[in-house]
């Protein structure tokens, strides 16, 4: 008072107050100053302030809370507004990216993006709050993050938006993907340590004893026959037993590859019957079929085959003697069911529960007595719902077990037939066209019929054929600037060339027809006789040409093997790493197929796929390998083959297909 100085008159602030009861309490406290002449009075007025205090202390609390939650909470939790500024960065967040929350409070989000996201990102949102298209908001997805120091890492983001008072917030959720990647790697390192280490000796063994078997190395004793057998049926299960294990994995993984096209199911299902004849022949057992129409589903061909045979081998196993497995497929509105029926025991109810679970037994002596992993319907079972279809069963003691899955019809229009003719006749006179037809297919080989230049190339570009007869009076271009023009084609190198024409083969060069591999000239009027011996002679001399094939394989016993079933196919060129394989394919050598293993000691078979590519373009590539084969490296191959999944005839038909086309 006596200084003058005023602390507290005309402000307002926060004391305690004192009751009469002694206790204290929160209290606003304003002082005013009046002057009434020459007397001043201070006039003040309070107000409690306890249920305000109360309020702001309990909202406070719970700020606290939740920030405690934000901050313990494994994911990264990151607000942004609708500029992309930065409000809020969790401790998760901090750990993540390796900054401390003030270091980019404040800051646009971008820094934690590289590029492409770090320009697109402005844009982005600009453009999100124009027009409300969303690209990622609402969404998950994986994406690339980028640390304080600068590395780059995998990491999966789901963005929310929000209102906070009026105004737009964007919350993002991070997690780091880097551990569940290197698991990942590891596991599957480990997965193709498993197939390579374990199905190429297995295929080594099965092979072997195949072939002692089926007596290529002269006849056994009875006695050892038996124990080739014994060891034959087990290394067959030990495989059954790998294979189902990987495929599970494979599957539940979501990295099964599945190559989905319109398939004839009854094709399939008789295909089926005629794989496991012989096996159920082994129980005494007989299969059936009823099937009257033809149906078409949209599904991995081998993988449903895969499931049919699985139905109709454990029908064959649960049969008695004598009986007869009944598969069919009827129609039930959109869909196709198909049908294994067998006049078994039926399955026990304690069981039935627990049919499709993995490794599922009815009881332990099953797995002794018929054999089987307990794998196969939980495998089919998941493969079946990879089509949009359902496995499903019915069972009693009476009337045996019927196991069924449904799948979505396609259409019913028949998938036209892959065309499997040897011989092209280009001819422009239709009655000498079709005379040639008669000729030819009297002797059982298969044609088709070109009018024209235009129609013979557009056959030519469609379909192979061994053997092309040519008129060289064509009304669109001149026969033998056609066959110059073919022979350009690499793919059309292996084609046989008959000339059946009016125009004398003195009329033109020897020398060019040889330098056109023409390798017959037939003058009209035809003489059928020499026409079919021709033809005869050209085919047979396609049969005798030795194809020149290059094995890429470490394991000796497979390249023995493989030597072994193709040896009269033609010569075989062995080299046993990727090192080896890049020098061979850097000379000057024409091969007509080349076999190749995935993993290799010094690399992988994809290093070694550009070469072939650069080098050899048009040369059919056979991936046979212990490794599954993923879709994108399917697609730059001709063929994929996993070792243990396929036999001897399978490797060689697949290598006597590729080398006839």
């Known amino acids: 008072m006596t200084s003058g100085q005023e602390k507290i008159i005309g402000i307002g602030r926060e004391v305690s107050g004192l009751r009469k009861d002694g206790s204290t309490f929160p209290l606003d406290l304003s002082i005013s100053k009046i002057n009434l002449g020459e007397e001043v ?189 014994i060891a034959l049926n087990n290394s067959e299960r030990l495989i059954l037993l790998i294979n189902d294990i990987l495929d599970i994995e ?183 066209a079709n005379l040639l037809s008669t000729i030819i297919q009297e002797e059982n080989i298969n044609c088709d019929i070109a009018h024209s230049a235009e129609e013979a190339k557009a056959l030519l570009s469609k379909n192979k054929y061994q053997i092309m007869t040519l008129d060289l009076m064509l009304p669109d271009q001149d026969g033998l600037e056609l066959l110059e023009e073919l022979r350009k084609d690499v793919t059309l190198k292996n084609l046989s060339v008959i000339v059946i024409s009016a125009k004398e083969l003195s009329s033109v060069s020897l020398e060019n027809s040889c330098a056109l591999e023409i390798v017959d000239w037939i003058n009209k009027p035809i003489n059928k006789e020499y026409l079919i011996g021709s033809l005869n002679t050209v085919i047979k001399e396609n049969e005798k040409n030795k194809a020149h094939i290059l094995h890429v394989e470490d394991d000796p016993d497979i390249a023995n093997l493989v030597n072994i079933l193709v040896k009269d196919l033609g010569k075989i060129d062995l080299v046993v790493n990727k090192k080896e394989a890049l020098l061979q394919l850097k000379k000057d050598i024409s091969y007509d197929i080349i076999l190749l293993d995935m993993l290799l000691p010094d690399g992988s078979a994809e290093e070694i796929l550009p070469c072939i590519k650069e080098n050899y373009p048009s040369i059919p590539v056979v991936l046979f390998s212990a490794q599954e084969v993923n879709h994108t490296l399917k697609e730059q191959v001709t063929k994929a083959l996993v070792k243990s999944r396929t036999t001897n005839s399978l490797l060689l038909k697949t290598i006597k297909k590729i080398l006839n086309k």
Request: hydrophobic share 35%; net charge neutral.
């Open 250 to 432: 494979k599957i539940e993984s979501g990295e099964g590859n599945f190559e989905l096209e319109k398939v004839n199911l009854n094709e399939l299902l008789r295909d089926s019957i005629k794989l496991n004849q012989g096996f159920a022949r082994e129980h005494e057992v007989f299969l059936s079929e009823d099937n009257k129409d033809d149906f078409f589903v949209y599904v991995d061909k081998n993988r449903l085959q895969q499931v049919i045979t699985n139905l109709i081998s454990n029908a064959v196993k649960y049969s008695p003697k004598g009986d007869t497995i009944l598969i069919s497929t009827i129609k039930m509105n959109r869909h196709v069911r198909l049908k294994v029926h067998d006049n078994g025991s039926g399955i026990p109810k304690s069981f039935k529960k627990r049919i499709f679970q993995k490794f599922a037994q009815a009881d332990s002596s099953d797995t002794k007595q018929k054999g089987g992993t307990g794998l196969g319907l939980n495998i089919s079972k998941s493969i079946i719902e990879k089509f949009g279809g359902t496995l499903g069963f019915q069972s009693s003691k009476e009337t045996g077990t019927t196991f069924f899955f449904d799948l979505l019809i396609s259409d019913n229009n028949k998938r036209k037939k892959e065309d499997d003719s040897r011989i092209l006749i280009v001819e422009d006179d239709y009655d000498i």
């Open 41 to 229: 009075i201070f006039a003040g007025i309070v107000r409690d302030i306890s249920e305000k205090r109360f309020h702001q202390e309990e909202l406070q609390q719970s700020q606290d809370r939740l920030q405690s939650i934000v901050d313990n909470v494994y994911e990264g939790i990151i607000t942004i507004d609708a500029k992309g500024t930065i409000n809020s960065f969790n401790l998760a967040a901090e750990k993540i990216f390796g900054y401390k929350q003030d270091e980019v409070l404040s800051k646009n989000v971008k820094m934690l993006m590289p590029e492409p996201y770090h320009s697109e990102h402005d844009g982005y949102l600009a453009n999100y709050m124009n027009t409300g298209k969303e690209k990622i908001i609402g969404k998950g997805r994986e994406v690339k993050g980028r640390k304080k120091d600068g590395n780059l890492f995998p990491l999966f983001l789901a963005v929310t938006h929000t209102n906070n008072h009026g105004k737009p917030l964007f919350v993002g959720m991070v997690k780091d993907l880097t551990e569940q990647k290197r698991l990942e790697r590891l596991k599957n390192e480990f997965i193709s340590t498993v197939s390579h280490e374990l199905r190429t000796p297995l295929t080594s063994i099965r092979g072997s004893l195949s072939l002692i078997d089926a007596g290529v190395v002269g006849t056994v004793d009875e006695k050892v026959s038996s124990l080739i057998q």
